[in-house]
């Protein structure tokens, strides 16, 4: 099935007695109470989301985010489970919107909630660009320079006796005597693909600046670990680092949380750049902008429900014209 918003609303309501009985809920009336007010709460902020544009959006759906953490947290997460601060800190907001740098501070929501989903954390401050680059929902919309390493689209060759996928890399053209080295030295900035031993075939054009190519592994590897289906049928991505060295970077859903900090803060405390950022007539990035504060309104409630249930529910990927 395709997602659908309305479904997915009913759906996280249907968790409201559904996980009661199968998680930490059963055992504290105070898990039970906060989950049940926080996912109250999230409904209706993310209503209140839908109805805003773009300069006042970001501020509903970071805390409507916040409430699905803290009913992620109550249900799933040992004491202590609560939290009263963010656990983050924007760093210089004079920097372009692709530069700004957002890291940890203390602990609060985003170490507590990343930790009940397993999720890695940030263990230092990393820009704006990176986390967008390497989120797949955002892959046709870079924002970053074209230097910074976006996800690759992977297909597994299942057939094959040995581990081997084709990636899609987002370059411009490497030329053809120096792609295997340009591969070579992105690799490793991409969690369990430093490994990979070379690449078999000859890589091909399949769209502007997205280039294909088979690459290979000496050992066996887990498809299922380096680049799990996310949020769609056969819908796999390699996600790069987010801090440059290699590092595993947060998932999907706290990496998107990540994000919604940075814009909300925005947002609430300089609200003339926020402005400027998403001038339609003189700002080049602001469609993009805006597409990635319309997308939230479906991803974030897909991401919140799978966290709830702990499991991935993936969709059938909308036919595209």
Request: glycine content about 6%; overall charge neutral; aromatic content about 10%.
């Amino acid at each position: 099935m395709t997602i659908d918003r309305m479904l997915l609303r009913h759906a996280i309501r249907k968790r409201r007695t559904s996980l009661q009985a199968s998680t930490l809920l059963a055992s504290s009336s105070s898990r039970r109470g906060a989950f049940s007010a926080a996912l109250q709460q999230f409904e209706e902020l993310m209503t209140a989301s839908a109805a805003v544009g773009p300069a006042s959006r970001p501020i509903t759906l970071y805390y409507a985010t916040v409430q699905a953490g803290l009913a992620i947290a109550a249900a799933h997460k040992t004491d202590p489970w609560s939290f009263s601060r963010h656990g983050l800190k924007l760093r210089d907001v004079r920097s372009s919107i692709a530069d700004l740098q957002v890291g940890p501070e203390g602990t609060g929501d985003f170490q507590v909630v990343a930790q009940a989903t397993g999720s890695p954390v940030l263990h230092g401050p990393v820009t704006f660009g990176a986390l967008w680059a390497s989120l797949p929902d955002l892959q046709e919309a870079p924002l970053a320079p074209a230097s910074t390493p976006n996800t690759m689209t992977f297909l597994p060759h299942r057939s094959a006796s040995r581990a081997e996928a084709r990636v899609v890399v987002l370059s411009p053209n490497p030329g053809p005597d120096s792609f295997e080295s340009h591969l070579a030295k992105l690799l490793p900035l991409y969690p369990g693909a430093e490994q990979a031993g070379s690449v078999t075939g000859s890589y091909q054009e399949i769209r502007q600046n997205r280039w294909a190519a088979d690459i290979q592994w000496s050992s066996p590897v887990d498809f299922d670990q380096i680049a799990p289906a996310y949020r769609y049928v056969d819908e796999r991505y390699l996600r790069p680092s987010v801090d440059g060295q290699g590092g595993q970077s947060p998932s999907p859903f706290m990496t998107w949380w990540t994000m919604l900090y940075t814009f909300s803060m925005l947002s609430r405390y300089h609200p003339r750049e926020w402005a400027a950022a998403l001038n339609i007539d003189e700002a080049p990035a602001a469609h993009r902008l805006e597409y990635c504060l319309d997308l939230a309104l479906n991803v974030i409630p897909h991401l919140a429900m799978e966290a709830l249930d702990g499991t991935p529910t993936l969709f059938t990927k909308p036919l595209a014209f």
